[in-house]
């Protein structure tokens, strides 16, 4: 029998849907990134031209470099457009300022998009691989992510669209309907090709939980299955453009591998501590009569650059970040291999998305929602996983501040982060305070959702750690330095964070090693 939610646990999500809802309209007059006119002019493109121009035309400076699926889906929400505002779909971009209904339109297009993310929530809430219930905060750290909110309903994107979909298809795999769930995992390939870094889990658990095991004929008819449906899906994305003869321009705006090695801010991740190591070295060097040229394409300014350059270390290429998601995701893969059970595959998926953030390709500070927001969904699987995950969304929350640079907007995203955190603070200790953990355990007085290791005082005093950064960075930082170094505060919450990051990525492989 289909699991279905209770209609006590249908209203409270719609509740909380609700009360998102309503912070997300607070949210519509607050500062917009460019991605804001990016997504406009993705509207006007798919509703103006015919699809043979989408990939093609360079008119603006807003090309289309996403799958087309979501190019689809722009055109889909460009349709009532012209109703609100003609110059929504008006090419070239009007150049008076946007009118509040032109704003208002396009926010409310990413808060509808969320009813994916809420369907695939409740979903997956109502009955988890094992057949249990998962907890209602659950679906409250899904929805209410103060990281989501800054993204999509502050700097403006539509990952709450797009983490949807890959909700709903981890819902399907852990209610082992494999072929359900991979074709939805190709759909999200065709929206955001930048989920592809969990492409290696998804093939490898398909093909052993769903083809092997099974007799050779059978085996091979699910795999032909499972391969026809995967072409017909991306056949249904890619064949009027190979058709036209653009798949090699469409693939060179999909992979702008010449954009480097890192974006404007650094996402804090490995090449953090790479390019910290190699200014020491440069620096030391040059102290030591060492000729050393430094780079002229500087990180510290905060561009994007064509190229990766280093001062001592070797220059790393997509190649090579490329070999090292494989390397890290490699005991992930092994896991898989050996004993596909659907009740790890959140956790699997989440892992090789954190893999693609720490290793990958000129990786995006948005990318750690691929990996927290799956992981929400496991957080009171255990102590250690919510100790884990309450240091890990304060750390992700934390790293995407410097995407809200304007003044108005700061008691905005503290407040958000200050009320996630008491949100999880109180809903974890009630939950294990009513619940008992795996091994039987409840939580009484002397326990605390830290404990006394990196995971206790250390992280208490590492998140600490990040009151000092703000303070520096908002009132002691111009005093020092004047207007010298101004990407030292961002440098140093990149780097902070990326402490954070690191030591969750080592929790989580350890995790795997140990548990699956």
């Known amino acids: ?107 409310f297009t990413v808060a509808f998009s969320d009813l994916l993310l809420l369907l695939a929530s409740v979903l997956l809430l109502a009955r988890d691989a094992r057949r249990r219930q998962r907890p209602f905060l659950a679906l409250l750290l899904v929805l209410w992510s103060p990281a989501l909110l800054i993204v999509d309903h502050i700097h403006f994107q539509y990952n709450g669209f797009l983490m949807g979909l890959l909700l709903l298809s981890l819902h399907f795999l852990e209610q082992g309907k494999d072929l359900a769930g991979g074709v939805v995992f190709a759909a999200l390939l065709c929206s955001k090709h930048l989920f592809l870094v969990a492409a290696p889990v998804y093939f490898v658990y398909l093909f052993r939980h769903y083809c092997c095991g099974r007799g050779l004929a059978r085996g091979l008819g699910r795999l032909v299955l499972m391969g026809a449906g995967v072409v017909a899906v991306f056949a249904m994305a890619f064949t009027p453009f190979v058709y036209y003869g653009q798949m090699q321009q469409l693939l060179s705006r999909l992979f702008p591998f010449g954009r480097g090695l890192f974006h404007a801010y650094w996402a804090p991740n490995f090449w953090v501590f790479y390019i910290v190591l190699d200014k020491i070295l440069a620096f030391l060097l040059r102290r030591l009569g060492f000729s050393i040229e430094i780079p002229e394409a500087s990180f510290t300014r905060g561009l994007v650059g064509d190229s990766s350059p280093f001062a001592v270390l070797p220059k790393v290429t997509p190649i090579t970040t490329f070999l090292l998601v494989i390397l890290a995701m490699t005991p992930c893969l092994v896991k898989a291999f050996a004993n596909p059970q659907p009740k790890h595959i959140i956790r699997w998926v989440a892992y090789a998305c954190s893999c693609g953030f720490m290793f990958g390709w000129h990786v995006h500070e948005k990318a750690s929602l691929h990996f927290t927001i799956p ?121 902070y964070c990326g402490v954070g990051m690191m030591y969750s990525w080592i929790w989580q492989l350890s995790w795997i090693i140990r548990h699956t």
């Open 375 to 495: 992981l929400a969904l496991i957080a009171m699987d255990s102590l250690d996983d919510i100790r884990h995950y309450f240091l890990l969304s304060i750390v992700s929350c934390y790293s995407l501040f410097p995407l809200l640079f304007e003044d108005q907007e700061y008691p905005i995203k503290v407040l958000l982060l200050l009320t996630y955190s008491a949100l999880m603070w109180v809903g974890f200790s009630t939950h294990f305070a009513a619940n008992p953990a795996p091994g039987g355990k409840k939580l009484d007085a002397s326990d605390s959702i830290v404990e006394k290791k990196f995971t206790g005082w250390i992280s208490l005093g590492y998140l600490l750690g990040m009151f000092a950064i703000e303070f520096w960075s908002r009132l002691f930082h111009h005093h020092v330095f004047g207007d010298r170094l101004p990407f030292l505060p961002l440098m140093m919450v990149s780097v």
């Open 1 to 107: 029998m289909a699991a279905t939610s209770s209609p006590s646990t249908a209203a409270a999500a719609m509740w909380a849907f609700a009360a998102a809802t309503c912070v997300k309209l607070l949210l519509v007059p607050t500062y917009r990134s460019t991605d804001f006119d990016v997504h406009r002019y993705w509207l006007a493109l798919t509703h103006t031209l015919p699809a043979r121009q989408w990939y093609t035309d360079a008119s603006s400076q807003w090309t289309l470099d996403y799958p087309p699926f979501f190019a689809y889906f722009s055109r889909l929400l460009s349709l009532p457009a012209p109703f609100v505002d003609a110059s929504l779909v008006a090419i070239p971009v009007p150049a008076s300022p946007p009118s509040s209904a032109y704003i208002l339109y396009l926010r």
